[in-house]
């Protein structure tokens, strides 16, 4: 009876762990980018979630950076680190805002692939497609 309580504390104490939120609310990284793990299943995914948090895997976005190129153009520059063994592929897309937040259309905002090696940090540049561009929103998916 006491292993089974005692288990039943560590994935209890591991769950608000798992759940852990991206700091950077312009950023969506899906859940099936960020592990290869079982959590498609309701029933195991509560502790497919501790067990994840637990080992670390998937990838996770380190920092943000934007800026203003020579040309006006602002420029968005991302690092992250995949914290899984194994290499984690997803695509990317970013679509840029105007200074009321709207979307600026473009055929630049398309999917993009990219490629993390396990436990190796990745990074890559993504550049507006006009200068009224001041801020924006990504988005992942597998």
Same mark, same amino acid.
């Given at each position: 009876?006491?292993?089974?309580?005692?288990? %039943?504390?560590?994935? =209890? &104490?591991?769950? *608000?762990? /798992?759940?852990?939120?991206?700091?950077?609310?312009?950023?969506?990284?899906?859940?099936?980018?960020?592990?290869?793990? %079982?959590?498609?299943? =309701? &029933?195991?995914? *509560?502790? /497919?979630?501790?067990?994840?948090?637990?080992?670390?895997?998937?990838?996770?976005?380190?920092?943000?950076?934007?800026?203003?190129?020579?040309?006006?153009?602002?420029?968005?520059?991302?690092?992250?680190?995949?914290?899984?063994?194994?290499?984690?592929?997803?695509?990317?897309?970013?679509?840029?805002?105007?200074?009321?937040?709207?979307?600026?259309?473009?055929?630049?905002?398309?999917?993009?692939?990219?490629?993390?090696?396990?436990?190796?940090?990745?990074?890559?540049?993504?550049?507006?497609?006009?200068?009224?561009?001041?801020?924006?929103?990504?988005?992942?998916?597998?």
């Amino acid at each position: 009876m006491k292993t089974i309580t005692n288990i %039943l504390l560590f994935v =209890i &104490v591991l769950i *608000p762990a /798992a759940c852990h939120e991206q700091t950077d609310s312009r950023m969506h990284l899906r859940t099936e980018v960020k592990s290869d793990s %079982l959590t498609d299943n =309701i &029933v195991i995914r *509560p502790v /497919a979630f501790a067990f994840s948090a637990l080992i670390g895997e998937g990838i996770e976005v380190t920092q943000a950076v934007t800026r203003r190129n020579k040309g006006g153009i602002l420029e968005l520059h991302i690092n992250g680190f995949n914290r899984s063994q194994y290499t984690k592929r997803f695509q990317y897309r970013v679509e840029w805002l105007d200074g009321d937040g709207l979307l600026i259309q473009t055929k630049t905002s398309v999917w993009m692939r990219m490629s993390a090696m396990g436990k190796s940090p990745f990074s890559f540049k993504v550049v507006a497609p006009k200068p009224e561009a001041v801020n924006f929103r990504m988005d992942t998916r597998k």
